[in-house]
């Protein structure tokens, strides 16, 4: 099992970003993704998911809004795009994958099966 952020990076306060990952190893279209993010210091929280077929997604308070989830079952890959970005967004983002997603414990990280290792997206001018 392999998940691969990509995407991350530099940017201004207001810019935008795309996160990508990509999934190999397991049968993607049957698992609910999500990412999550973890600022220097601060414990790993829940950003956003989106269901096996692309049918639901739930976000955040703090990223709602500003930031949707899609997934491309065809080419294994979801996405995160990220606007309107602000310096506490600062973070390293991990993707993560889970066969089952159970609403109640979407947001805790020892749920997920799979993890990625990580992009780090910095906000600054």
């Known amino acids: 099992v392999q998940l691969v952020e990509s995407g991350g990076g530099l940017v201004q306060p207001g810019g935008s970003l795309r996160l990508s990952c990509a999934a190999s190893g397991f049968t993607f279209r049957s698992y609910a993704m999500s990412w999550f993010r973890q600022a220097p210091g601060k414990e790993r929280e829940f950003v956003a998911v989106i269901t096996d077929s692309g049918a639901f997604t739930y976000y955040a308070d703090s990223i709602k809004g500003r930031f949707t989830i899609s997934r491309d079952n065809a080419k294994n890959t979801v996405y995160l795009q990220m606007n309107s970005l602000k310096p506490e967004d600062t973070a390293v983002y991990y993707c993560?994958?889970?066969?089952?997603?159970?609403?109640?414990?979407?947001?805790?990280?020892?749920?997920?099966?799979?993890w990625g290792q990580g992009t780090q997206v910095t906000v600054s001018s």
């Open positions: 993560a994958a889970k066969g089952f997603l159970n609403r109640a414990t979407m947001g805790r990280t020892d749920v997920w099966n799979y």
